[in-house]
Nanobody, 118 residues
Framework: QVQLVESGGGLVQPGGSLRLSCEASGSISRLNLMGWYRQAPGKERELVASFSIGGSTDYADSVKGRFTISRDNAKNTVYLQMNNLKPEDTAVYYC????????????WGQGTQVTVSS
């Protein structure tokens, strides 16, 4: 089993910044993928940013140039730096980890609320 604990969400004004953190623990495979997703009320969960197998990064078009994903492998932690936040970024943000083994297994964090409002 893998446990994912997110932190860093909160209320911020438009144009502000937040940094989300997700610390993974447990049975983490050597090759794993981590990323961030979000779900706004009444909408489906969507990709925000993630690492690919080759180590490159993928971003949703709506966050390119504003959000940056990074990771600290020594701490099994992935971060999401969010700048120039907009009201439409309001959502619950979830951390995802996939153990990339013969039978890939995906785990989700409990989510952290991000609210962008004046």
């Amino acid at each position: 089993q893998v446990q994912l604990v997110e932190s860093g969400g909160g209320l911020v004004q438009p144009g502000g910044s937040l940094r989300l953190s997700c610390e993974a623990s447990g049975s983490i495979s050597r090759l794993n993928l981590m990323g961030w997703y979000r779900q706004a009320p009444g909408k489906e969960r969507e990709l925000v940013a993630s690492f690919s197998i080759g180590g490159s990064t993928d971003y949703a078009d709506s966050v390119k140039g504003r959000f940056t994903i990074s990771r600290d492998n020594a701490k099994n932690t992935v971060y999401l730096q969010m700048n120039n936040l907009k009201p439409e970024d309001t959502a619950v943000y979830y951390c995802k980890l996939t153990n990339w083994t013969i039978t890939p297994t995906t785990y989700w964090g409990q989510g952290t609320q991000v609210t962008v409002s004046s």
